[in-house]
């Protein structure tokens, strides 16, 4: 399925041609088509709609889609910005599959492609595959992880998470953590988030930490020897974790593995000075006030909401984020505001 310089997450707007594809569908197969526009928009994918005698009417229940009427070959040239690179067509023209190319557009079709820049896509729903941002995002991660693993396989790699207070930490690592099971690395975790929090800031603990026994117990038996190199066995959660749900038990952790961490503040320095790779959630205020106070982050909800994060968790947040210049030294920062869409927005150094 490789094409010339194609990479989905360049792709912002999908653009269907419905005549050739939807000439013989059934009504099955017209509701499951809706519902893969449904997925695709969730996934924040602008859509168009071309067809010769296509109706807005009929298109009323996806808001901000676009319908262009008349044939695609009219459409594309008064339309010039179809043929463009963020845009991918589904067609199964032929006389189309020419004019994409010499638009250098990228394309999928039912039938055999003989063009580079298109390629043959049986099943219109396997392109939900293809066009899935968070999976391709967890995905590059974990080949970047495994590329460090193959050129040092006995060196330990420490991985931190994090983001804002409820951003959905545990949402990200799990579908990280299914990434790198596929590429057939073995993985261990840690859950800081009830050990590490804003809430504990300027406490009897040190900064951030809910108890000093506990930070001291994650850094002696767990972090700083693994990190070292050595392998990390604990038979039994420790009675002062109990209820926390930071791992499961027993404990293994091996110099040949990777070793995930996450929390709200798990950059703090002396975590932060034995992390090999550093992944930051980075949200929007409107979204992480939606996480924190349970609301849908996509309504128009009221922005007394965001004001009130912003006096508080937003505020203490951005002053750790400020402190500890988490997004400057950050390998990787993922645009984390739609959960069927987080995106990297910045790469390996």
Known sequence: MKTADFHPARVQTL??????LTGEFSQEQWENFRELLRVLQERDFHLV????EISPNDWQQFLGISIVSGSPESSGRRNPQLGQADHFWVTDRANLHAWLQDQSAHFASRQPVLVPNGFCCPRIEDLLQIFHPSRNTTLEIAEQLLKSKQEAPSKPLLVGIGGPDDC?????VGELLEALEEQGILVGGFDLLELLSLEHKNSTAADYWRAPREREWILDTLLRPYAAGETVTVIDEPDFLQGCETSSYPLFWAPEMVVLLWGTTIFVPEIQELLDIKIVLDLTPKAAAARLFELD???DFNPDFVKTYLKGEGRLYGEYLEVNQIQQQADFLVQFDNFHAFKLVTNLK
Request: charged share 30%.
């Open 15 to 20: 653009v269907f041609d419905l005549d050739s």
């Open 49 to 52: 709609l071309l067809g010769e």
């Open 168 to 172: 959905g930490h545990a949402y990200f």
């Open 297 to 299: 982050e996509r309504s």
